[in-house]
């Protein structure tokens, strides 16, 4: 069964600092999804990368996919308050036709 | 162009009862996915539906049932009602080529 692992579960950081959040998956697969889930809320959809050495970019925000060491990154540049919130990677497993998210990591950016 | 929506947003019920939620898919969409998230974690795979069938399910009893209409929406049924259905019910969209999910606003169970 496919598990789906990001560390660190928490994570609380000053305003205008950088941080990674990883994302380990077990088996494979190419196509891996970022969602951000602000508290009471659904999934909002961040990024999408399909392919080995994929890298996206959206604000302050960037994501990148190595399918070989099968991790996934959300790097965080210059944090903002408004960055807090959790956020969810999800791999499309193989050969099904479901996601499989991870654990999730709650952000917390203090002023 | 709408997105997924769902209803109702909020419902309260008692152990023992049964709860029906529904779904629209975003437009252009024909797959329809369900996923429950209890507080605190990840959303966990219901079902998919497509062409009104069942295409998947995950570790799920039961009483967990659904349906896909020929407009594409679909409905998500669990009978007898445990504590521990208490979660946000997500449904999502896609095509059936696959690819990204579009996620409703949830509709968020209590069981008491």
């Known amino acids: 069964e496919l598990k789906v692992e990001q560390n660190p579960l928490f994570l609380s950081m000053q305003e205008g600092k950088n941080y990674t959040i990883y994302c380990n998956y077990s088996?494979?697969?190419?196509?891996l999804y970022w969602y951000r889930q602000d508290p009471g809320k659904s999934l909002e959809s961040l990024f999408v990368?399909?392919?080995?050495?994929a890298v996206k970019q959206e604000g302050r925000l960037m994501a990148s996919l190595d399918t070989k060491a099968r991790l996934s990154t959300l790097h965080i540049t210059a944090a903002v308050h408004d960055l807090s919130a959790t956020y969810f990677c999800?791999?499309?497993?193989?050969?099904?036709?479901?996601?499989?998210f991870g654990t999730g990591t709650r952000l917390k950016v203090l002023a | 162009d709408a997105g997924v929506t769902q209803s109702p947003t909020h419902l309260i019920k008692t152990r023992g009862q049964q709860v029906t939620l529904r779904c629209s898919p975003k437009?252009?969409?024909?797959?329809v996915s369900w996923y429950q998230q209890a507080l605190g974690q990840g959303p966990q795979f219901i079902f998919q539906?497509?062409?009104?069938?069942?295409?998947q399910r995950g570790n799920f009893p039961d009483r967990f049932s659904g349906h896909q209409f020929p407009n594409y929406s679909s409905e998500l049924n669990v009978n007898a009602l445990l504590l521990g259905d208490s979660a946000l019910y997500l449904c999502?969209?896609?095509?059936?080529?696959?690819?990204?999910?579009?996620f409703g606003e949830g509709s968020r169970l209590t069981v008491l």
């Open positions: 999502a969209s896609s095509h059936v080529r696959g690819g990204e999910l579009f």
């Open positions: 088996t494979t697969s190419d196509r």
């Open positions: 990368l399909l392919s080995n050495g």
């Open positions: 999800a791999v499309d497993l193989v050969g099904t036709y479901k996601y499989i």
């Open positions: 437009s252009g969409h024909d797959t």
């Open positions: 539906y497509y062409e009104e069938e069942e295409r």
